[in-house]
C-alpha cells in the first residue's frame, strides 16, 4: 500500500515530523479491508470450541481466503448452484464426491446435505480441522494419494489454484486418478476461460452457460466446464446453446 510523506509542522518541536502517514485514499481502502476482514471473522468462527461445535452439528463454516495460496471462494449464489448440480446428479450416479482444492463448495455441499460423502483435497492443513474429510493434496505430486482413492469416486469437482497450463496438466492426472470413469462419471472443472483448450484437450469437457462468480470479483473470466450435457441445467453447453440460435 503506497504510503505519502506527513506535511510537516515546523515550530511545534515534534518528533513525529518524519514519521510516514498513509494518504486519505490508502486509510480508506485500509478501513474498508479491515471491516471486510472483521466481517468475514464473523462469519467464519473458524477456530477454537466455536468452530468445533458448528461441524458437530450447527453446520460448517468457510475459513478465510489466503490469497497468497490463491485462494479465492465462490459468492453465495456460484456455491448453491454448483451444491445443487451435484446433488442432482448423485441421485444417478452415487454420493461419492471428490472436492479438489475447492472447499467453499465442499461447504456447501456439507451444509446442504450433512450425511454426504465428500472429501476435501486441499493444500492448506487449516482444513484438517474437518477430521476425515480432508486429505493433503499438493498439484505438483498428482497422483501422491492413498491407494484407497483411486478410481473411487462418483462425481469429482475441482478448482486448479492456478490458471497455468502445468497446473491443469497436472491436476487432470488426479481428476482421472479419483474418478470411477472419466468416460461415464460426472467431472466439474472451474477453472479461466484462458484455459478452455487444455481443459477440452486433457479432459474432455465443454463450457457451460453458467458463469461462477467469486466472493472476490476478479478480473479474470471463469467458466464452468463438464464432461456430460448438463441439458437445461447450468445454462446448457455453449456450443450447443450457439448452435441452436444459428
Known amino acids: 500500500m503506497a504510503m505519502e510523506e506527513g506535511s510537516s509542522h515546523a515550530g511545534d518541536g515534534s518528533d513525529d515530523d ?3 502517514r498513509l494518504s486519505s485514499h490508502a486509510l480508506l481502502a485500509l478501513n474498508d479491508f479491515l471491516r471486510e476482514r472483521q466481517q468475514m471473522d464473523l462469519v467464519n468462527n473458524g477456530s477454537g470450541e466455536e468452530g468445533e461445535q458448528q461441524q458437530q452439528g450447527q453446520g460448517f463454516a468457510i475459513l478465510r481466503e489466503d490469497w497468497g495460496m490463491s485462494q479465492f471462494w ?3 449464489p456460484t456455491a448453491r448452484t454448483l451444491a445443487d448440480e451435484v446433488l442432482h446428479l448423485s441421485e444417478s450416479f452415487g454420493s461419492n464426491i471428490a472436492c ?3 472447499p467453499s463448495l465442499y461447504v456447501q455441499l456439507k451444509n446442504s446435505c450433512p450425511g454426504m460423502s465428500v472429501t476435501l483435497f486441499e493444500f492448506d492443513r487449516r482444513f484438517a480441522r474437518y477430521g476425515s474429510d480432508f486429505t493433503y493434496y499438493d498439484y505438483n505430486y498428482p497422483q501422491n494419494l492413498d491407494d484407497k482413492f483411486a478410481h473411487f ?8 489454484p492456478y490458471l497455468s497450463k502445468e497446473c491443469i496438466e497436472k491436476m487432470s492426472q488426479t481428476l482421472r486418478f479419483l474418478s470411477k470413469d472419466c468416460e461415464r462419471f460426472p467431472m466439474l472443472l472451474l477453472t479461466g476461460a484462458m484455459q478452455q483448450n487444455h481443459a477440452s484437450r486433457l479432459l474432455n469437457v465443454h463450457p457451460c452457460g453458467f458463469r461462477p462468480v467469486h466472493h472476490k470479483k476478479l478480473g479474470n473470466e471463469f467458466k464452468l466446464y463438464t464432461n456430460y450435457d448438463p441439458l437445461d441445467r447450468l445454462g446448457g453447453w455453449e456450443h450447443k446453446a450457439t448452435s441452436s440460435k444459428d
Do not use: G, L, S
Not at 153 to 160: G, R
Open 18 to 20: 518524519d514519521v510516514p
Open 74 to 76: 465462490y459468492d453465495a
Open 100 to 102: 479438489v482444492a475447492c
Open 153 to 160: 469416486f462418483d462425481i469429482v469437482v475441482a478448482d486448479p
